[in-house]
């Protein structure tokens, strides 16, 4: 027997993020302030990528018009402007208007940083048995604040939500099943139903989950029930309305996120004491100990050490790596590399394998190959190292003149001598030396060697029989 195959579903994401959050007392949108480094409105479309969506629709105000352009995504999202607000059932219903072609509508809330993608492909899931009109995502919280409670019968059907201003107190009190917000739809009735709704007699605003209500005022006793209730977490409906809302927000994302990362196989030593964002990678067996913090897109390897108390933002860093007490930023390390204590490195720096900065050592677009050795109180800035090159103690690359950076080059295996001041732009050779306290100001050949102020050949290259011309 041959089964026929159900007929393709076209959903669609909604995204409400008009509220401009005055109580944030800030000047950036409340849905792009940052929640484990990732903007509000940028978690909640990753948790809403559980939905699978076909299309995605962010309804904004006049004074959150940029949070689309500013979302950071490259798939293509429908902003729609709701103006004057009148509510969130006008909301949906305007990004209704927008995404004609859908038959299920997931709505989500931009300022729910902590919802998960498990989550919101469950509430989709609610919505698809036959009859279901509505499907709320609840929770059940110790204290049902200033959310909805959600009402039931006596056979446990949901039939309608009670607001705080006009619930009984005393069936709020203790653990309450409360109504998040959020929601699956049958977008084909609910486009009818919202144009149903009435204007609430306080605010004048279309309420969504008047949706409940009117879907249990049409139903049939004996048919399927139209609104059904998905149990979510207390998470889910943590909602953010200020600062401190924010900080919670924080803490609770990090939290996760470092349970995520011990349970696949990091190690962390005092893990509340540790900030890892939510973009980090990070390889087995790779230890972090207290007071590091790992943010932006940074990559580390497996059996690393970091730590403590290293910054590593938006860098990759190869395996057993070791980044003791030290900042990286934007940069790049290879395997078996160390660095530190107190070192820094920015601005784009490559740095090989088996390569040792030590402490004190700052480092700006510099590349290093392959086992350099930079021990301690040197600055490489615009610098180009080969092989094998050894740096000594207070070695520092002049390369800003006043108006312009200048590139140095320190060919493999030279060796520069401590306090040498190498004025850029210059190149030292291969195998070449500088004395301790020289000042380079001109090109070095391959294998000789300089000192003194300015810098002066002491030693010549090797000529073609291998042997060494001498003088000054």
Not at 401 to 423: M, N, P, W, Y
Not at 432 to 458: E, I, L, M, Q, Y
Request: with cysteine; proline share 6%.
């Amino acid at each position: 027997m041959v089964t026929a195959e159900p007929p393709t579903e076209r959903v669609g994401l909604i995204i409400l993020a008009a509220g401009a959050g005055t109580r944030m007392r800030s000047a950036v949108p409340k849905p792009l302030h940052p929640v484990a480094g990732v903007p509000m409105v940028e978690r909640v479309l990753r948790a809403g990528a559980g939905s699978r969506p076909d299309v995605i629709a962010l309804v904004v105000s006049s004074e959150t018009a940029q949070i689309a352009a500013q979302s950071g995504r490259s798939a293509p999202i429908t902003p729609v402007v709701q103006d004057p607000p009148r509510g969130t059932g006008d909301a949906v219903r305007l990004a209704l208007d927008a995404l004609p072609e859908i038959d299920r509508a997931v709505v989500l809330y931009s300022d729910h940083p902590l919802l998960e993608a498990e989550t919101v492909a469950a509430l989709l899931e609610g919505s698809r048995p036959p009859g279901v009109k509505v499907a709320i995502l609840s929770a059940r919280l110790p204290d049902a604040a200033g959310y909805g409670r959600v009402v039931r019968d006596g056979a446990g059907r949901v039939v309608r939500i009670a607001e705080r201003r006009d619930d009984d107190p005393e069936q709020r009190k203790g653990e309450t099943e409360i109504n998040s917000g959020m929601m699956a739809l049958d977008a084909r009735w609910a486009r009818e139903a919202l144009r149903a709704l009435r204007p609430s007699a306080a605010s004048g605003e279309l309420y969504l989950t008047d949706l409940v209500d009117l879907a249990t005022r049409e139903a049939s006793p004996d048919g399927p029930w139209p609104v059904v209730a998905v149990a979510g977490s207390p998470d889910d409906a943590q909602g953010v309305n200020d600062r401190l809302d924010l900080a919670r927000a924080d803490a609770r994302a990090l939290a996760r996120i470092r349970q995520r990362h011990m349970l696949a196989g990091v190690t962390m030593r005092l893990p509340e004491t540790i900030l890892i964002e939510d973009d980090v990678q990070i390889g087995v067996d790779t230890e972090i100990l207290p007071h590091s913090q790992l943010t932006g897109r940074t990559v580390i390897g497996a059996e690393c050490l970091i730590g403590p108390g290293a910054v590593i933002a938006a860098s990759e860093l190869g395996d057993r790596v070791v980044v003791r007490s030290s900042t990286v930023e934007d940069s790049r390390i290879g395997d078996d590399t160390d660095v530190g204590p107190y070192a820094h490195l920015r601005g784009g720096c490559e740095v090989g394998p088996r390569v040792h900065i030590g402490n004190f050592a700052e480092l700006k677009n510099a590349r290093l190959d392959a086992g350099v050795k930079v021990g301690h109180f040197s600055y490489l800035g615009d610098a180009a190292l080969g092989a094998g090159v050894n740096i000594g103690a207070g070695t520092v690359t002049a390369n800003f003149d006043g108006e312009r950076k200048h590139r140095t080059e320190i060919g493999a295996d030279a060796f520069i001598g401590s306090d040498t001041i190498l004025r850029a732009p210059v190149r030292v050779g291969d195998r070449a030396r500088t004395g301790a306290g020289s000042v380079v100001t001109k090109d070095v050949a391959d294998g000789a060697t300089v000192v003194g102020v300015p810098a002066r050949v002491v030693r010549r290259a090797v000529v073609e029989r291998g042997q060494e011309a001498g003088g000054r």
